[in-house]
C-alpha cells in the first residue's frame, strides 16, 4: 500500500519516541516537577555504557548540580514518573551513597541495585508502568545509613539491542537526604564500569526471533541485600507520618512542602508469605498496588484477576 520509504518512517516514527524521569513522590507526596531531579538536556539516550554519561546521563555527573535535595527516610514508598515509552525494557533503581552532600556527588563510582521490574506476566516493565500513567513505584530498603544519597532511576529500551551498542540507556538521577537507621547494601557495582557492551542483557541479537523475554534480568546483577542494623517496629500500631522537606542546595534556603501521609496502618499479626511480605492486614490491593515486600505492613491480597507477584526483597505488586 504505502511506498516502502513511507511505511518505513511510520515505523520509526512509533518507535523513537525518547523519554526522561521527571518527578518522583514519596510516599504518595512530590515535591514537584523535575523538583531534585538532574534533568539532562534532552530526552536522548545513551548508548555508550563506558562513558560517564552511564552514571547519570549527560553532563548528569557535573557538581555542584545546584539540584535540590529531597529529604525521605529509610524504608518510604517512592514512586516515579517518566515521559510515556513503546520501548520494550526493564526499569531499575540504584543508590549511590551516603555522601554528606548529594549536590556535590558525580555518582561516578560505586552503587547498589535496590529496585528492579523487567518482564512480569508477558509484560516488559514499559507497558505495566504504562498502564500507569508511566509510575513505577518501589521501596527504599528500610536499612539505610543516614546521609546523602543519588537515587538513579535507569530504564533500558532494548528494541535497538539486536545491534551491538544499540540499546538505549534513559538514566535519570534525584538527590535523596536519607534519615535511616543504619545498615548497608551489598553487593555494589561501578558506574562506569559494570556494564559492557557486549553483556547477553544489553546486546541481544535474537531479540525478534527467539528470544525468550521471560529469561530477561536487567544489566548491573542482582538486586542488593541489605542488613538490618536497628530492626524494625515492633509495637502493635504502626503509624507513618511523612514529611517532605526540600532544600535548595544553590540558595541554601529551606523551601519546605509539609504534609502528612495518609498512610496509618494497624499491624495485626505477623508472617512470611512467599512474596516475601512480613505482615498482614485485611483488606485488598488493588491492580498494580503494592502487596508485599520487606517492611511492607499493607494488606497482601490481590483484587481478583490478579497474583502478588514480588518484584524484589522490598516489593512485591499485584499483577
Ligand atoms: C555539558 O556541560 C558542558 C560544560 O558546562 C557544556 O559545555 C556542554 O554543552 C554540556 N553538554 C550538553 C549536551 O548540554
Ligand atoms: C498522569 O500524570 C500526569 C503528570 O503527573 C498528571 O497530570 C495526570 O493527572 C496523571 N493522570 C492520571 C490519570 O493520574
Known amino acids: 500500500m504505502y511506498p516502502l520509504a513511507l511505511t518505513i518512517a511510520l515505523f520509526v516514527g512509533v518507535t523513537t519516541a525518547h523519554q526522561n524521569f521527571h518527578q518522583l513522590w514519596v510516599n504518595g507526596v512530590t515535591p ?7 534533568m539532562p538536556p534532552s530526552n536522548n539516550p545513551v548508548t555508550d555504557v563506558t562513558s560517564n554519561d552511564i552514571t547519570c546521563n549527560v553532563n548528569g555527573s557535573k557538581v555542584p548540580s545546584g539540584i535540590a535535595t529531597v529529604a525521605v527516610k529509610a524504608g518510604d514508598t517512592i514512586q ?9 525494557g526493564p526499569i531499575t533503581h540504584m543508590l549511590y551513597g551516603p555522601v554528606s552532600d548529594a549536590s556535590m556527588a558525580t555518582g561516578v563510582g560505586s552503587w547498589t541495585k535496590i529496585d528492579e521490574q523487567d518482564y512480569v506476566n508477558g509484560k516488559w516493565a514499559n507497558e505495566i508502568m504504562e498502564a500507569v500513567n508511566m509510575t513505577h513505584e518501589f521501596r527504599l530498603p528500610s536499612s539505610l545509613a543516614s546521609g546523602d544519597y543519588l537515587l538513579r532511576s535507569e530504564m533500558l529500551a532494548l528494541h535497538g539491542s539486536q545491534t551491538l551498542g544499540g540499546a538505549q540507556f534513559y538514566i535519570g538521577c534525584a538527590q535523596i537526604r536519607v534519615t535511616g537507621p543504619g545498615g548497608s547494601c551489598s553487593p555494589s557495582i561501578q558506574l562506569p564500569g559494570a556494564y559492557k557492551a557486549t553483556d547477553n542483557n544489553i546486546y541481544i541479537s535474537n531479540f525478534y526471533y527467539g528470544f525468550d523475554p521471560t529469561t530477561y534480568t536487567a544489566p548491573g546483577g542482582p538486586v542488593a541485600t541489605c542488613g538490618e542494623s536497628g530492626g524494625g517496629p515492633s509495637s502493635a500500631k504502626l503509624a507513618t507520618t511523612s514529611t517532605l522537606d526540600v532544600k535548595s542546595s544553590s ?67 499485584c499483577l
Do not use: F
Request: proline share 4%.
Open 32 to 38: 514537584g516537577y523535575q523538583v531534585g531531579i538532574r
Open 251 to 317: 540558595t541554601g534556603k529551606p523551601m519546605t512542602t509539609t504534609s502528612t501521609s495518609k498512610v496509618t496502618t494497624t499491624l495485626v499479626t505477623s508472617k512470611t508469605t512467599s512474596a516475601g511480605t512480613t505482615s498482614t492486614v485485611t483488606g485488598t490491593v488493588g491492580k498494580y498496588g503494592q502487596c508485599g515486600g520487606t517492611g511492607y505492613v499493607g494488606p497482601t491480597a490481590c483484587v481478583a484477576g490478579t497474583t502478588c507477584a514480588k518484584q524484589n526483597e522490598y516489593y512485591a505488586q
Open 80 to 88: 516515579v514518573q517518566w515521559d510515556s515509552s513503546t520501548h520494550p
